[in-house]
């Protein structure tokens, strides 16, 4: 069997933001087993699983990804929506849009130490819309 919503997240500042709250309040009730995937509709955030402990590890992949892909790079064409917006589109190619977690038990089977990371890669990216797909 297969469920699926599509829910439209809050505005994000440019950062890594856990949602993994967020996205468990809004999920149907849960199976003994299966599995969830989340996908996000847009070409410049991503969506993540890292550490939800500690945040200076979201500053660190936020200084990393901006050393590795910087704005204003000379090389970029595609300009016309900002210095963020090529970068973002870079960047998300390289996290992702979606993440596949297990359920067990009813639950998300995250480790102790992981989290969803909503990867907002503008400036102002505006509310973001994800779908959830369970699969039983």
Avoid at 88 to 107: D, E, M, R, Y
């Amino acid at each position: 069997m297969t469920e699926q919503i599509t829910i439209k997240l809050p505005s994000f500042p440019k950062g890594y933001h856990i949602i993994t709250a967020l996205i468990e309040e809004r999920l149907p009730s849960l199976p003994d087993k299966g599995l969830v995937n989340i996908f996000i509709h847009h070409t410049s955030a991503g969506l993540s699983i890292n550490e939800n402990a500690d945040p200076s590890v979201r500053e660190d992949f936020e200084s990393f990804l901006n050393k590795l892909i910087p704005e204003n790079d000379p090389v970029y064409k595609h300009i016309f929506e900002g210095s963020d917006d090529m970068p973002a589109h870079l960047k998300s190619s390289l996290i992702g849009q979606s993440v596949l977690i297990p359920v067990t038990n009813g639950k998300l089977n995250l480790g102790t130490w992981q989290g969803i990371y909503l990867c907002e890669f503008r400036q102002h990216g505006g509310q973001r819309k994800v779908t959830i797909t369970l699969f039983t």
